[in-house]
């Protein structure tokens, strides 16, 4: 992984866009054989993801933040604010959540849902990819990449037929403040992960993605 990511990144910076990076990766695919294959839940996670940051005006700003350590917990963490992104199939807006995913940015913290649908015409995380190397900086692209292969490894490259589109309420956001948590627990419990309902929020709780450039300011 190292010789590819350190390999990549070179690449990048002497210009490779998009098509080149497909060709230069399935060279290394011998690499990530041990890769076991992702579930749909991962698939449909990294698209959100990458579907979120697309649609916003500066991708490079939100991509900043994008999983910046190993010890984050949500998906965005950037100084002002950040975004835990939920992908989902479902018309049920029901998602998992660690405690601390509702607590560590609760002030400052949003809920990203991204209601999609799989479809022939949509597009994949391949497509995903392309268009934002024409929006990024050598070095933000690089960074979309080798943490889309962090997640996907090899699969990455025989994603392009999992198309996926946005139902008609698409990306919504809610505060992260207006959902309840659970009290006090105690030291001796770790890893505490519960299902959060979202289907009972006022609707005066949601908000579009215009809401996400004041955010990143």
Do not use: C
């Amino acid at each position: 992984m190292s010789q590819f990511l350190g390999a990549l990144s070179g690449s990048v910076e002497d210009g490779w866009g998009f098509e080149e990076f497909l060709a230069f990766a399935r060279r290394f695919a011998d690499l990530f054989r041990d890769t076991p294959d992702p579930s749909d839940e991962v698939i449909k996670g990294l698209w959100g993801e990458l579907r979120f940051v697309s649609e916003t005006e500066d991708p490079q700003a939100l991509l900043r933040g994008w999983h910046a350590s190993p010890y984050s917990v949500l998906d965005f963490e950037l100084p002002a604010v950040a975004f835990e992104v939920k992908s989902t199939e479902s018309e049920s807006l029901r998602f998992h959540f660690r405690d601390q995913q509702l607590k560590v940015r609760r002030e400052d913290g949003w809920v990203v849902v991204v209601s999609l649908y799989r479809s022939e015409s949509g597009v994949s995380i391949l497509d995903l990819l392309a268009r934002l190397s024409v929006r990024l900086s050598p070095t933000d692209y690089q960074q979309a990449l080798s943490k889309s292969v962090d997640v996907l490894g090899s699969a990455l490259l025989g994603v392009g037929h999992i198309k996926f589109d946005l139902r008609p309420f698409g990306i919504q956001l809610t505060r992260m403040e207006s959902l309840p948590v659970i009290g006090s627990i105690p030291s001796s419990v770790s890893n505490v992960s519960f299902i959060q309902d979202l289907n009972g929020l006022d609707e005066s709780g949601w908000r579009g993605l215009d809401t996400v450039p004041a955010l990143l300011r």
